[in-house]
């Protein structure tokens, strides 16, 4: 029997340290790497968190595996048992430019069903957590269920990239919706802007290109909530292989498919 309530303090602990390791970081030098293209970045400390991580993990859970970004964990082709699935540093560029907008995030599944959700926003020592059946928090404040909301009351977060000529979708299929809506956002962070639907700062979230360990903890998060969280046309997610991404408040996530995904395809 897995006993949830000890993997959920562990993880709460461990991410408290990780994310202090990172603010005594600001002062020293990043080594920065880029990874698929130049703006794909890695740095030294994306690495040694997850590497953080790992250690953790394997030292009191051996039996359970690891899917990290940075590939210090195991190979995962199926998420079979118990798996930890994690980002050290989601938003590496705002890291490195900002040294802020950035979240670890950690989405614990079992065959497969995600159970526990975390997001930490490191540097305003935001935790958002959520353990499945059992609500949603920020820090120990409990967020209410997510209302239904129009889209000309809609706040959606959507990177300019997808309403520029691309190779992943038309980018004339956003054109309409972003007129409509009454306003649109890009944080440069999967994870926070998955946080950010799950409290309500924003009614919605598309993209056209995330991996598993980008949205694993948010969409525990947001579903725990009352939202969804799919790919563009509303199927299950691929937690294992990347995939577009859709998240929203209940109600909103129907009518954008319906209204502006389909009608665009």
Same mark, same amino acid.
């Given at each position: !029997?897995?006993?949830?309530?000890? #993997?959920?303090?562990?993880?709460?602990?461990?991410?408290?340290?990780?994310?202090?390791?990172?603010?005594?970081?600001?002062?020293?030098?990043?080594?920065?790497?880029?990874?698929?293209?130049?703006?794909?970045?890695?740095?030294?400390?994306?690495?040694?968190?997850?590497?953080?991580? #790992?250690?953790? #993990?394997?030292?009191?859970?051996?039996?359970?595996?690891?899917?990290?970004?940075?590939?210090?964990?195991?190979?995962?082709?199926?998420?079979?048992?118990?798996?930890?699935?994690?980002?050290?540093?989601?938003?590496?560029?705002?890291?490195?430019?900002?040294?802020?907008?950035?979240?670890?995030?950690?989405?614990?599944?079992?065959?497969?069903?995600?159970?526990?959700?975390?997001?930490?926003?490191?540097?305003?020592?935001?935790?958002?957590?959520?353990?499945?059946?059992?609500?949603?928090?920020?820090?120990?404040?409990?967020?209410?269920?997510?209302?239904?909301?129009?889209?000309?009351?809609?706040?959606?977060?959507?990177?300019?990239?997808?309403?520029?000529?691309?190779?992943?979708?038309?980018?004339?299929?956003?054109?309409?919706?972003?007129?409509?809506?009454?306003?649109?956002?890009?944080?440069?962070?999967?994870?926070?802007?998955?946080?950010?639907?799950?409290?309500?700062?924003?009614?919605?979230?598309?993209? !056209?290109?995330?991996?598993?360990?980008?949205?694993?903890?948010?969409?525990?998060?947001?579903?725990?909530?009352?939202?969804?969280?799919?790919?563009?046309?509303?199927?299950?997610?691929? !937690?294992?292989?990347?995939?577009? !991404?859709?998240?929203?408040?209940?109600?909103?996530?129907?009518?954008?498919?319906?209204?502006?995904?389909?009608?665009?395809?």
């Amino acid at each position: !029997m897995t006993n949830w309530i000890e #993997i959920d303090t562990y993880a709460k602990e461990w991410l408290k340290e990780a994310g202090d390791r990172i603010k005594e970081s600001f002062t020293g030098k990043l080594n920065v790497q880029t990874k698929s293209n130049a703006n794909d970045l890695v740095t030294n400390i994306d690495k040694e968190t997850e590497q953080y991580f #790992i250690c953790k #993990i394997k030292e009191s859970y051996p039996e359970h595996r690891v899917f990290g970004e940075e590939g210090f964990g195991d190979v995962i082709e199926n998420l079979k048992g118990v798996v930890w699935i994690i980002d050290p540093i989601d938003g590496t560029m705002n890291f490195v430019h900002q040294q802020r907008n950035f979240a670890i995030s950690i989405g614990v599944y079992e065959d497969g069903i995600g159970k526990l959700g975390y997001i930490y926003d490191v540097v305003l020592d935001e935790l958002y957590h959520a353990k499945s059946g059992e609500g949603a928090y920020l820090n120990e404040a409990k967020l209410p269920k997510l209302e239904e909301v129009s889209v000309d009351k809609a706040i959606v977060s959507l990177n300019a990239t997808w309403v520029t000529p691309n190779k992943r979708i038309d980018h004339q299929t956003f054109t309409p919706l972003v007129k409509d809506v009454r306003g649109t956002r890009s944080y440069g962070s999967a994870a926070l802007e998955l946080a950010y639907v799950a409290t309500g700062r924003l009614d919605a979230y598309i993209t !056209m290109r995330l991996s598993p360990w980008d949205f694993a903890g948010g969409k525990v998060l947001v579903e725990e909530l009352g939202g969804k969280v799919t790919d563009l046309y509303g199927n299950e997610l691929d !937690m294992i292989n990347k995939s577009p !991404m859709f998240a929203s408040k209940p109600g909103l996530h129907q009518e954008i498919i319906e209204k502006y995904i389909k009608n665009g395809k």
